[in-house]
T-cell receptor, first 113, second 112 residues
Framework: DVKVTQSSRYLVKRTGEKVFLECVQD?????MFWYRQDPGLGLRLIYF???????EKGDIPEGYSVSREKKERFSLILESASTNQTSMYLC????????????FGSGTRLTVV | QQPVQSPQAVILREGEDAVINCSSS?????VHWYRQKHGEAPVFLMI?????EQKGHEKISASFNEKKQQSSLYLTASQLSYSGTYFC?????????????FGAGTQVVVTP
């Protein structure tokens, strides 16, 4: 069964901490994405990557960075966590072949206190 | 840039039909539809490409009008398992990387 695995289901961090969210996929997909999901706002794209070591900003990159050192792993980094980054974070991957859907991970609910 | 979905929520009895709409102000290459059940990951339902095609998944079908940059998802003879939040994801015609912009979602509740 193909999977996108996010390392933590729930996470509580303090304001100012550096936070790492990890995502691993086993489908050999080229594209990987980080979204945050907030009630009433849907899913908003933070960053995405179309190849190892390549990254592109999404719609709301401020306060975040990413790392993709291996094809299967895409990490989201909150440089200095703030309370307005409390959210559900979803990782997704997709093939670079046209017309493929995304496979999502189960999400990490991050609370910053 | 995010597409606009309507309605925000719909309550159905089993066997009833519903339509969810998704519209964008940008020229689109494709529209995806996903369903997310509470506490779970969104699950891919179908993709529609420009060309106005229609697709189906179980008794769920969708259409795409590329001239209007609109897509509609049709829930026919709804079942309890159809409950969840439905998201449309749009890929802009000018985009090279297949990234999607998602709508705010439509919550569907199917009651016995």
């Amino acid at each position: 069964d193909v999977k996108v695995t996010q390392s933590s289901r729930y996470l509580v961090k303090r304001t100012g901490e550096k936070v790492f969210l990890e995502c691993v996929q086993d489908m050999d997909h080229e594209n990987m994405f980080w979204y945050r999901q907030d009630p009433g706002l849907g899913l908003r794209l933070i960053y995405f990557s179309y190849d190892v070591k390549m990254k592109e900003k999404g719609d709301i990159p401020e306060g975040y960075s990413v790392s993709r050192e291996k094809k299967e792993r895409f990490s989201l980094i909150l440089e200095s966590a703030s309370t307005n980054q409390t959210s559900m974070y979803l990782c997704a991957s997709s093939s670079s072949r046209p017309n493929y859907g995304y496979t999502f991970g189960s999400g990490t609910r991050l609370t910053v206190v | 840039q995010q597409p606009v979905q309507s309605p925000q929520a719909v309550i159905l009895r089993e066997g009833e039909d519903a339509v969810i709409n998704c519209s964008s102000s940008k020229a689109l290459y494709s529209v995806h539809w996903y369903r997310q059940k509470h506490g779970e990951a969104p699950v891919f339902l179908m993709i529609l490409l420009k060309g106005g095609e229609q697709k189906g998944h179980e008794k769920i079908s969708a259409s795409f009008n590329e001239k209007k940059q609109q897509s509609s998802l049709y829930l026919t003879a709804s079942q309890l398992s159809y409950s969840g939040t439905y998201f449309c994801g749009t890929e802009q015609a000018t985009d090279s990387w297949g990234k999607l912009q998602f709508g705010a979602g439509t919550q569907v509740v199917v009651t016995p």
